[in-house]
Every structure is written in structure tokens, then in C-alpha cells.
């Protein structure tokens, strides 16, 4: 289970931690009971039982009657669709990443950043689909990804300084960038040759190529890529892909110019 959350900021008070608590349930992918929620959580067992309670009363969370496992809330459904209608690059991207797996019959990702890590927003399958990690909802690390090394080249220092102090820097295969040193080498040369690469560093037997989705110059807001296998292709053969990658993650940009996107700068979300 992965249990990483927004480390809420100080004087969230309340609010910040029942986000926690809803970011907790979630993380355990399944219907879980009070006892489980207890161990994993940082908060007193009666703060954390009435987060719970007040949770289920607001809709965010519901809880079996027989069982007595709580799980995520048709409210937060609801919500999750307005915010991916609202602040996701998915809607404006759907036609591109349409036409890039059509043209190239692999699977296409399409991520956004937030508070450091990879967020999957859309997915196309390829004609022979592979069993993998991504899918369009879940969060990955940026550090191992394709889609997070092409997004973290491009934030600006102050950004990048902030989003790798959010990564694990766990060895998930050997080829695993493992330390931040590692990693900032690698950043260089994706800002030189426009790309990304997975080299099985998340999981054995996936590579892709990836590459940012810039609403201009000094905004990075999304990444794409075009993932497959090691038993379908070679590192050096992705290198097909790119001309038609750099292509939709061009247009999707240019599409997404004059579009607000919520921004991932923690600076952003402070008064002036």
C-alpha cells in the first residue's frame, strides 16, 4: 500500500487532516477497517474516529453495515468528475492521444504533476493491451517515470527543488535512478533531446518514451508518452516514436495555451 500524502501545510488544522484521512483510505485501494486505518495513521484513535464519522455524514466516505469497512463516497465521485472536466489536460488532449495511438498501436499515457508526484489522466491502450502499473486515476513516482523525468526537466529551479524533495528514490528494478544526484544528470539530457526515457526503472520488462506538454516555454503542464515492452521493442527502436510523440505533445499545448490549469507551484497557492 502506498500511503504517501500531501503533507498538509501548518494551520490546515482540521480540513488538512480529514484530507489526510481521505487520502489514507484511498491509498488502501480496497474497503478497510477502523483497526487497519488506526495503524497506518498518525492520529489518536477518537480524532481519527470522528474524521471517520464526520466523513461518512458528509457522503466522502461510506461504510458497510455489516462489515464495517469504509471506503471512498459517491460525493467524492462526483467531485472527481467535475475536477477532471474542470483542471484536468484530459478533455483538451482526448483527440490527440486518439490519433497518437492510432498511428503508432502502443499504449499512450497521458500524466500531470502534483505535489511532486505522476498522476495518470488518460490512457490509451494498445491493440494488444500489457499488464502495467498506470492507470488514468492512480498516482506514480515522478523520479522513474517516463512522464515524471520529461515534466521535472522542465520545471523551473525553485519547482524541481521542491518536487525531489517529495521522491522516495526507492530501487523498484536495478535500473532505478536511485539518489537525486543520479537523477539531475538524467534531467540535463532529456532538456537537450526534447525526450524522456523509462529503461524498466518502475517495472521490469516496461520502457516508454516521453515527453513534456509545454503551454509555453516556462510552463510545463502535462507529459505524454508511448509505452510498451521489452519483448516488443528495444530501448533504441523508441527512438520511431518520437517525431509523432513531439508532434501531439506540441499540439496539445498549443490547444491548451489559454487554458487555466491549476499550477503545482507551491508558491502559487500562497496570498499576496
Known amino acids: 500500500m502506498n500511503t504517501q500524502a500531501h503533507s498538509p501545510a501548518a494551520g490546515d488544522g482540521t480540513v488538512g487532516k480529514a484530507l489526510d484521512v481521505l487520502d489514507l483510505v484511498a491509498a488502501f485501494g480496497r474497503p478497510v477497517r477502523f483497526s487497519a486505518i488506526l495503524e497506518a495513521s498518525p492520529l489518536p484513535k477518537a480524532t481519527l474516529y470522528r474524521m471517520l464519522q464526520t466523513l461518512t455524514n458528509q457522503g466522502m466516505l461510506t461504510q458497510d453495515p455489516d462489515t464495517q469497512a469504509y471506503a471512498l463516497g459517491l460525493r467524492l465521485v462526483r467531485l472527481a468528475h467535475e475536477a477532471w472536466r474542470q483542471s484536468s489536460l484530459a478533455p483538451i488532449a482526448r483527440p490527440f492521444i486518439d490519433a497518437l495511438a492510432a498511428e503508432v498501436q502502443e499504449t499512450v499515457h497521458l500524466a500531470q504533476m502534483d505535489a511532486g508526484q505522476v498522476i495518470y489522466v488518460d490512457k490509451r491502450n494498445a491493440t494488444d493491451p500489457i499488464e502495467m ?52 544528470r538524467e534531467l540535463d539530457d532529456i532538456r537537450a533531446s526534447g525526450v524522456a526515457y523509462d529503461r524498466e526503472e518502475h517495472e521490469p520488462g516496461i520502457i516508454c518514451i516521453a515527453a ?60 499576496s
Open 212 to 271: 513534456p506538454i509545454l503551454s509555453s516555454p516556462a510552463r510545463v503542464i502535462g507529459a505524454l508518452s508511448i509505452t510498451t515492452s521489452t519483448a516488443r521493442h528495444a530501448l533504441d527502436t523508441l527512438d520511431g516514436f518520437k517525431p509523432a510523440l513531439l508532434r501531439a505533445a506540441e499540439d496539445i499545448g498549443g490547444a491548451a495555451h489559454d487554458w487555466q490549469f491549476p499550477s503545482d507551484d507551491p508558491s502559487a497557492h500562497s496570498p
Open 133 to 184: 502499473f498506470s492507470q488514468a486515476g492512480k498516482v506514480g513516482p515522478a523520479y522513474c517515470t517516463g512522464v515524471g523525468k520529461a515534466m521535472l526537466a522542465h520545471l523551473t529551479p525553485d519547482r524541481l527543488q521542491d518536487a525531489l524533495s517529495r521522491q522516495s528514490f526507492h530501487d523498484h528494478t536495478p535500473a532505478t535512478l536511485d539518489t537525486a544526484i543520479k537523477l539531475m
